[in-house]
């Protein structure tokens, strides 16, 4: 008979982000609410 299962990896804890990933995040976030409020404002625009 076949073994099917797949092979699990070892489970671990995730790293605290750096200051510099932490900066990154911010920024993309930042984008991120720009560019929804922009459609936002765009759909009401042409509606």
Known sequence: CL???AVEPEM???SYP???QQQRY???GGFATLLVT????IT???S
């Open 44 to 46: 009401f625009a042409v």
């Open 18 to 20: 750096s200051p510099e």
């Open 38 to 41: 922009a459609l936002v404002f």
């Open 12 to 14: 671990y804890f995730a």
């Open 26 to 28: 911010m920024l993309q």
């Open 3 to 5: 073994n099917n299962y």
